[in-house]
Every structure is written in structure tokens, then in C-alpha cells.
């Protein structure tokens, strides 16, 4: 058998998250909370009730993917007359009008990286629930990926931005902010928030040959 | 239990490093402060020093687990003010103009997010305003409170409090999305229009470069250091 890799947890420390000091595992009094003697962060040997969380973020910032893709994002009103636009609608503009590399740029901020993200969080809550085994390094790299690009989806919420500041011609031509905005806004908030509350030490807890987990103080 | 995690330690400690060795005993709070676990397995590590620039790997997983950075204060702090001044240079000048034939409308960084909350849509509002000048203003400040102090070799004011939250501010700051935004925005406009950059989108762009060069100078280590 493979000698138990030596962690903070099997060790009963439990490392600071933010100024990342070890410190010992001791029981705290009840309705006290342990934190870090050096930076004052709250101790927790893995992020606090890490699966659920990301579940429940994970689910929300699905449902609101919906709305965010059907429901218009921008409303150019023109001579009286309104044109609701989506964001798959302004892709499309975009390849029409001939703007190839734009329409690269928006399709892969707004609809594939949030997407990606949501299927690979649901890829490892599920492979953690499930206790794999399978290549922990890489799903680790997968983690960091769900980390690093969502905030690139920001960009069609700042172009509306943008556009609704510049476009204020009156009667000419006026472009407003459509509902599907705020729920664009809310998948990529959450998902960032899902994003946080997921914890990779998950994915190598299932590796320790005695999965037993040591006492908890 | 304690018995437990000192055969534990002490056998790592030994294992990796001789000198620490002849230092039989308890672990003491002194012992772990050489040792490091790394924040996304777990696994610990012994801290060792490393050449200037040089980069510590967890073994397992890859992750970064600390950098030395030369000069590293000096550094951050001279970007910290430069880029508080471009941050006041990028919000109090004209950021985009735009001009149809005699209509021209001139727009600041935040009057996207006026705009925004006079529509209703004041939930997208308040995080355009967060994401994109909250949040870095109060990166910027908060590290210049927390520099000058230790640079004038005071106890800055609250420190753990002040540098965990800058910490944390730093994900929430987005301008180098932004300025993908106004790429975008700006191809969506010109053919209806002209739209003529002001002197602030100048001073963001360059802000943008400023905050990486900072965040990459940044070792949190030393600030962390200074409290124990």
C-alpha cells in the first residue's frame, strides 16, 4: 500500500487561507469560532460546507442562464420604433456584418465560458461526491480554469454599458439595458461565487489510501 | 492527538531538512511556521528559501505555493501611486466621446452606470460600479495604507484586517475586462458614428498594466511577516 501523502489535515493542522499559516487544530469553545492567530481569517480545515454550496450556486446560476440568453440585453429604440437585441442575436450581427473576431470575442465570453464553467464545477462536485480517483492533477487544472475565466464573461454586461452611455440621441436613436442584463450580470456574479466556495483539496482527499477522515476537533 | 501530529511533523521536518533536526521535542509554533500546506491539495511542504524571482511548486499538484520577489515592497508601492494617480486621471476626465454629425455626447468612466440606474437596472449598475471602480479604488487605497506604514517602519493601523481585505478585493476588480467592453462597444459604434477617446481611456489602459505589474510584485509573504 502507498504511504498516506502527508496534508495539513491527516497532520491536524489546518493552514490559514489567507495568510496560509499553519496552525494547530485545536477545538474551539463552543460558539467560538478558531481563527488564524496571525491574520485574524477564520480557520477552517476545508472551505465550510464546500459540495452543497457550490451545488446550490452551481443550480441558481443555471436557471438564470436561461433568462440571461432568451430575454433581450440591449433595446435600441430608433425613430420610435424598439429592436430588441439578445446576445446570441448580437453574435449574429456581428458574423453578418462581417466582424468576425468580434463576434469570436462575445460568443466566447457570454455563452461558451459560462456554460464551460457550470458543466465543469457540475463535472466536479460530482466527481468529488463520488470519490474518484480519476487524475486529481488534472481536475485540479480544471478547478483553476473555472477560476480564471469567469471573469471574462463580464464583457457584454461593460458593452452594454458603453453603449447605453455613447447612444443617447434622443428621438434619433437611444439604446437601453434589457432584463436579460441582470440575469446575464447574475450568472456571472454567481458563478464566480460558485467558483470560490468549490475546494479543490476535495479532489485529493479521495486519494488517501484510508479514506477515513481523522477526528474533527 | 497532539502526540500524533508532533511524530508526524517532526518527522517531515527531519526528513526534509537535517539542521531542524537536532530540534527533538514538541512542535512548537516556531517549527510550523517552516512548513507550508499547499491550498489547493493539501500537502505540505517545507518552506525554503528560494533565489530572487524564483517560483515554489506543490509536488503533487502543481499549484503555486510561494514566489520571492526582489525588491518587492519598493516596487508595489511605487505602482500603487502611480496607479491611484491614473485612477483619478481615468475618472475625472472625458473617457469616450461620441459624435454624430453637430450631436456630440461626452461621456465619463461612470456615466455608463448613472445611465444604468436611471433605466431601473440598478443591480447591473451597482456591479459595473463595483467591478470597475470600487473595487480597484479600494485595492489602490488599501495597499497604500498599508505600505507607507511599513515603509516608515510603523505598525500600520489594523493591518491583518486592512491586507485581508485588499486581498480579497483584488478578484472583483475587472477594468482589463472592461477595456475588451469598449473594444467591442466601439467596432458595435463606428459605423454609425465617431467615437473619439478621451484623455481617461488612455490613463485606464495603462491603470490595466499597473495593477498586473503590481499584482505581480506582490509577495504577501513579507506583509504577513511583519505580524509575527
Redesign the interface.
Known amino acids: 500500500m502507498k504511504p498516506s501523502?502527508?496534508?495539513?489535515?491527516?497532520?491536524?493542522?489546518i493552514?490559514c487561507?489567507?495568510?496560509?499559516?499553519?496552525?494547530?487544530a485545536v477545538s474551539a469553545a463552543k460558539g467560538l469560532a478558531a481563527v488564524c492567530p496571525?491574520?485574524?481569517?477564520r480557520l477552517h480545515s476545508r472551505k465550510p460546507n464546500s459540495i452543497a454550496r457550490t451545488w446550490a450556486l452551481v443550480i441558481a446560476a443555471f436557471i438564470f442562464y436561461i433568462p440571461a440568453n432568451v430575454l433581450p440585453i440591449t433595446k435600441v429604440i430608433s425613430f420610435g420604433k424598439a429592436q430588441a437585441d439578445t446576445i446570441m442575436s448580437g453574435v449574429i450581427y456581428?458574423v453578418k456584418?462581417g466582424?468576425w473576431p468580434?463576434a469570436l470575442?462575445?460568443f466566447v465570453?457570454s455563452v461558451f465560458v459560462p456554460l464551460l464553467k457550470l458543466f465543469l464545477l457540475t463535472f466536479l462536485l460530482i466527481s468529488v461526491q463520488r470519490k474518484s480517483q480519476w487524475r486529481?492533477?488534472d481536475r485540479?487544472?480544471l478547478?483553476?480554469i473555472t477560476e480564471a475565466v469567469g471573469?471574462?464573461s463580464?464583457?457584454?454586461?461593460?458593452?452594454?454599458?458603453?453603449?447605453?452611455?455613447?447612444?443617447?440621441?434622443g428621438s434619433?436613436?437611444t439604446i437601453?439595458?434589457g432584463p436579460g442584463?441582470?440575469f446575464f450580470?447574475?450568472v456571472?456574479?454567481i458563478t464566480?461565487f460558485a467558483a470560490?466556495s468549490f475546494d479543490?483539496?476535495l479532489?485529493?482527499?479521495a486519494q488517501e489510501p484510508n479514506n477515513e477522515r481523522r477526528?474533527q476537533p | 492527538?497532539a502526540n500524533?501530529?508532533d511524530v508526524?511533523?517532526q518527522s517531515?521536518i527531519s526528513a526534509c531538512c537535517p539542521v531542524i533536526k537536532k530540534n527533538t521535542g514538541f512542535?512548537r509554533m516556531k517549527d510550523?511556521?517552516f512548513?507550508?500546506?499547499c491550498?489547493?491539495?493539501?500537502?505540505?511542504h517545507l518552506r525554503r528559501p528560494l533565489p530572487p524571482d524564483g517560483t515554489a511548486r506543490c509536488i503533487?499538484?502543481?499549484?503555486v505555493l510561494?514566489k520571492r520577489k526582489r525588491n518587492s515592497l519598493n516596487r508595489v508601492l511605487a505602482l500603487t501611486v502611480t496607479g491611484l494617480v491614473l485612477f483619478i486621471i481615468a475618472n475625472a476626465y472625458p473617457f469616450?466621446t461620441?459624435r454624430?454629425e453637430a450631436?456630440v455626447?461626452e461621456?465619463n468612466l461612470i456615466?455608463?452606470?448613472i445611465?444604468?440606474y436611471r433605466?431601473g437596472?440598478w443591480?447591473?449598475a451597482g456591479?459595473?460600479l463595483l467591478?470597475?471602480i470600487v473595487m480597484p479604488l479600494l485595492e489602490l487605497s488599501g495597499m497604500l495604507f498599508v505600505l507607507v506604514p511599513l515603509k516608515m517602519r510603523r505598525q500600520p493601523w489594523k493591518l491583518?484586517?486592512l491586507?485581508?481585505s485588499v486581498?480579497s478585493f483584488r478578484?472583483w476588480g475587472?477594468m482589463e475586462?472592461?477595456m475588451?467592453?469598449?473594444?467591442?462597444?466601439a467596432?458595435?459604434?463606428v459605423?454609425?458614428a465617431q467615437?473619439i477617446p478621451g484623455m481617461a481611456l488612455y490613463a485606464f489602459m495603462i491603470l490595466i498594466f499597473i495593477l498586473a505589474a503590481s499584482a505581480a510584485a506582490l509577495d504577501?509573504?513579507i506583509i504577513?511577516k511583519t505580524?509575527?
Open positions: 501523502p502527508l496534508t495539513a489535515m491527516s497532520a491536524s493542522l493552514s487561507h489567507s495568510c496560509h499559516l499553519l496552525c494547530k496571525r491574520c485574524g481569517a456581428f456584418s466582424s468580434i470575442v462575445i465570453a486529481p492533477k485540479t487544472r478547478y483553476r471573469r471574462w463580464m464583457t457584454d454586461i461593460y458593452v452594454v454599458t458603453i453603449l447605453v452611455a455613447l447612444v443617447k440621441l434619433l436613436a437601453e439595458a442584463a441582470i450580470a447574475g456571472v456574479i464566480i470560490m479543490p483539496r479532489i485529493w482527499d477526528k | 492527538m500524533n501530529l508526524l511533523v517531515i512542535v510550523l511556521k512548513l507550508i500546506a491550498h489547493e491539495c493539501d500537502l505540505l503533487r499538484c502543481g499549484a510561494y469616450l461620441f454624430l450631436q455626447q461621456t456615466t455608463g452606470v445611465e444604468l433605466q437596472m443591480i447591473v456591479v459595473v467591478t470597475t491583518a484586517l491586507f485581508r486581498r478578484p475587472m475586462v472592461f475588451i467592453g469598449i473594444l467591442v462597444a467596432v458595435k459604434l459605423k454609425m467615437i504577501p509573504h504577513w505580524l509575527d
